[in-house]
Every structure is written in structure tokens, then in C-alpha cells.
């Protein structure tokens, strides 16, 4: 009995993405193709590998029992990846990276084209994704890395999530922005009180940074404005319509329509870190090109490397 590797890759991404769909997807296949490779796998091993019987499809012992040796080839061809580019210092192959807005903006694009110079064999794939369905994505294979934000202090700040290991970006402070044509013109945080203020969701981070300072200057802010991207918030703060608390990331440069009030250590920051299946191999090549590029990305922009962590 004669095994093909290609088909036992197949019926790995059916056991890790739950079913035949979603497998095509992660492999760029038609669902019809990935019948097909099963079907042959079963005639070659001479036993059904997939249960058909169910409205899901899942595996009989025999298909879980290969799709575990076929996660252990999958373990060893990325060994080889790493072993080769300590050898070559270069990295080969495809990347599939998501992230939020301003972070694929302002750190993953210029990092992307510093890396077409520097590992030109790299070849990256960007989606805008984030939340739970993004880290489904990485866990299952879709993704090999997420560039993530988590307002530091805030819950689920410290631990890592289950199946993944997380590498240290950059700590993004928060900023308070105001209309420049606001009369009089605020001096202080003090001075906001009885100003209008642009505000996300509830639970949200700048929400959290918000609450901080308003309870250190004695205050409870105005609500007036609910947005949740930050394009929205900035263009509501520019129309002259509130104040705003907005991470450094999201500035992204100079704007004559807004004025930032000076650093607040009290509004605290979020932090940009980088999201990778954990391996007990190590880093994998890939991954740690880009996150290497992410790291200078914020550097260049005036980021501050993360507090606890050495880069």
C-alpha cells in the first residue's frame, strides 16, 4: 500500500477545518477536488476514512488515525522550512497574515515592502480580519499570523490564547484629539468635562481609556457620539463635533483639522502584538520575517517597544 503525501494533506485539512468546504478553502481547491483525493485515499488504503453518514462530515478511526500522521508530516516539512533558513537565511514560501485597519495600514504594509528587499522569496497574503474569527482561521490553518491589539490592563491582556503563542509588536499609547477650531480652546483634560465626547461600543478599549481619565480629573463624559472605526471617530472630531481617545497607530500622521493633547501616562495603551500557532519546533521562518518587519514598521513610526517585553 503505497501512501500519496498530497492526499493525506487533504484529509488533514478536512479533520482540522471540520468538513469538506472548508477544507477546499484552506487548500484553494473545489470542494469536488477534495472529494476526489479522499475517495482515492480510501481505495488506496482499502477502508472508508470519512463518516458520510452524518449531516457533518467527520472520521472513522481509520481517517482520524491517518490524519494524525499526516499533522506529524505537516510538523516535519515546516522543521525542514526552519532548518533550511537557518542554513540559507532566507525564507521561501507563502504567508497568510490579518490584522486590524490602522495596523495593516501603518505597520504591515510598510513592513511588506521592506521585506520584498530583504527576503524577496517571501510571499505574503493580507487579510483584514480580527476577533474570533480570524483566531479561528490561525488555529485552523487559514491563517499564519494575526497582528492583534489588546488594551493593556484590560481583561484577557496577560494570557495567551489557547493553541497560540504571542510575540510583542509595539505599546501604542492613547491620545485625547479635539476640533482645532473649538473656542475657547482646551488646555487640560479638565477643560473637557463639559465638552461633547466621540465614544466606542461599550467595552471597547478607547471606552476603558476614557473611563481611566475621567475618574483620575473628576468628571463623567458626555456620550454624544458612538462610532467604532477610526476614520469615523477622527472625521466626527474634525467636523467639530466632540473629543475622542484614539490610539497613537491611528493617526497616522499629522492633521490641521484636530488638535492631540499631550501624552497621558493615565489613558494608558494597547499593545500590537503578533498572533502564531504554538509550536514545540520553535518559530516558523516565515512568521518571524514578518513580525522582525512589523517590529522595525514601529520603530520607524515612534512606537514604544513593549514595556515588559525586550525586543
Same mark, same amino acid.
Given at each position: 500500500m503505497e501512501l500519496d503525501p498530497r492526499r493525506l494533506r487533504v484529509l488533514h485539512a478536512v479533520a482540522v477545518r471540520g468538513g469538506v468546504v472548508d477544507a477546499a478553502r484552506l487548500l484553494h481547491l473545489t470542494p469536488s477536488a477534495v472529494s476526489q483525493q479522499l475517495a482515492q485515499l480510501e481505495r488506496e488504503v482499502g477502508q472508508p476514512l470519512v463518516d458520510r453518514s452524518r449531516r457533518r462530515v467527520g472520521l472513522t478511526p481509520a481517517g482520524q488515525l491517518l490524519a494524525a500522521r499526516a499533522e506529524r508530516i505537516e510538523q516535519e516539512l515546516a522543521e525542514a522550512r526552519r532548518e533550511l533558513a537557518r542554513v540559507s537565511g532566507r525564507v521561501t514560501g507563502p504567508v497568510a497574515i490579518a490584522g486590524f485597519s490602522s495596523a495593516i495600514c501603518h505597520l504591515l504594509v510598510p513592513a511588506l515592502r521592506q521585506l520584498t528587499t530583504t527576503q524577496p522569496d517571501l510571499e505574503p497574503r493580507v487579510v483584514e480580519l480580527? /476577533?474570533?474569527?480570524?483566531?479561528?482561521?490561525l488555529r485552523t490553518g487559514g491563517l499564519d499570523l494575526v497582528v492583534a491589539e489588546y488594551d493593556v490592563g484590560g481583561p484577557g491582556?496577560?494570557?495567551?490564547?489557547a493553541g497560540l503563542s504571542t510575540a510583542p509588536v509595539a505599546d501604542d499609547e492613547y491620545r485625547v484629539v479635539l476640533p482645532a477650531d473649538w473656542s475657547p480652546p482646551p488646555g487640560s483634560v479638565r477643560d473637557l468635562a463639559d465638552r461633547p465626547w466621540v465614544v466606542g461600543p461599550p467595552g471597547s478599549a478607547c471606552g476603558r481609556a476614557l473611563e481611566r481619565i475621567s475618574a483620575e480629573y473628576g468628571f463623567t463624559p458626555h456620550h454624544a457620539h458612538t462610532a467604532v472605526e477610526f476614520p469615523t471617530v477622527l472625521a466626527l472630531v474634525?467636523?467639530?463635533? /466632540?473629543?475622542?481617545?484614539?490610539?497613537?497607530?491611528?493617526? /497616522? /500622521?499629522?492633521?490641521?483639522d484636530f488638535v492631540k493633547l499631550p501624552s497621558l501616562p493615565v489613558a494608558g495603551h494597547r499593545r500590537v502584538a503578533?498572533?502564531?500557532r504554538s509550536s514545540g519546533s520553535g518559530p516558523d521562518p516565515l512568521t518571524e520575517a514578518v513580525i522582525a518587519a512589523l517590529r522595525?514598521?514601529?520603530t520607524t513610526l515612534g512606537l514604544k517597544p513593549p514595556a515588559d517585553e525586550a525586543l
Amino acid at each position: 500500500m503505497e501512501l500519496d503525501p498530497r492526499r493525506l494533506r487533504v484529509l488533514h485539512a478536512v479533520a482540522v477545518r471540520g468538513g469538506v468546504v472548508d477544507a477546499a478553502r484552506l487548500l484553494h481547491l473545489t470542494p469536488s477536488a477534495v472529494s476526489q483525493q479522499l475517495a482515492q485515499l480510501e481505495r488506496e488504503v482499502g477502508q472508508p476514512l470519512v463518516d458520510r453518514s452524518r449531516r457533518r462530515v467527520g472520521l472513522t478511526p481509520a481517517g482520524q488515525l491517518l490524519a494524525a500522521r499526516a499533522e506529524r508530516i505537516e510538523q516535519e516539512l515546516a522543521e525542514a522550512r526552519r532548518e533550511l533558513a537557518r542554513v540559507s537565511g532566507r525564507v521561501t514560501g507563502p504567508v497568510a497574515i490579518a490584522g486590524f485597519s490602522s495596523a495593516i495600514c501603518h505597520l504591515l504594509v510598510p513592513a511588506l515592502r521592506q521585506l520584498t528587499t530583504t527576503q524577496p522569496d517571501l510571499e505574503p497574503r493580507v487579510v483584514e480580519l480580527e /476577533g474570533p474569527v480570524a483566531l479561528r482561521e490561525l488555529r485552523t490553518g487559514g491563517l499564519d499570523l494575526v497582528v492583534a491589539e489588546y488594551d493593556v490592563g484590560g481583561p484577557g491582556a496577560t494570557a495567551d490564547p489557547a493553541g497560540l503563542s504571542t510575540a510583542p509588536v509595539a505599546d501604542d499609547e492613547y491620545r485625547v484629539v479635539l476640533p482645532a477650531d473649538w473656542s475657547p480652546p482646551p488646555g487640560s483634560v479638565r477643560d473637557l468635562a463639559d465638552r461633547p465626547w466621540v465614544v466606542g461600543p461599550p467595552g471597547s478599549a478607547c471606552g476603558r481609556a476614557l473611563e481611566r481619565i475621567s475618574a483620575e480629573y473628576g468628571f463623567t463624559p458626555h456620550h454624544a457620539h458612538t462610532a467604532v472605526e477610526f476614520p469615523t471617530v477622527l472625521a466626527l472630531v474634525a467636523a467639530g463635533l /466632540g473629543a475622542a481617545i484614539v490610539p497613537s497607530l491611528a493617526l /497616522g /500622521g499629522t492633521r490641521a483639522d484636530f488638535v492631540k493633547l499631550p501624552s497621558l501616562p493615565v489613558a494608558g495603551h494597547r499593545r500590537v502584538a503578533a498572533l502564531r500557532r504554538s509550536s514545540g519546533s520553535g518559530p516558523d521562518p516565515l512568521t518571524e520575517a514578518v513580525i522582525a518587519a512589523l517590529r522595525e514598521a514601529a520603530t520607524t513610526l515612534g512606537l514604544k517597544p513593549p514595556a515588559d517585553e525586550a525586543l
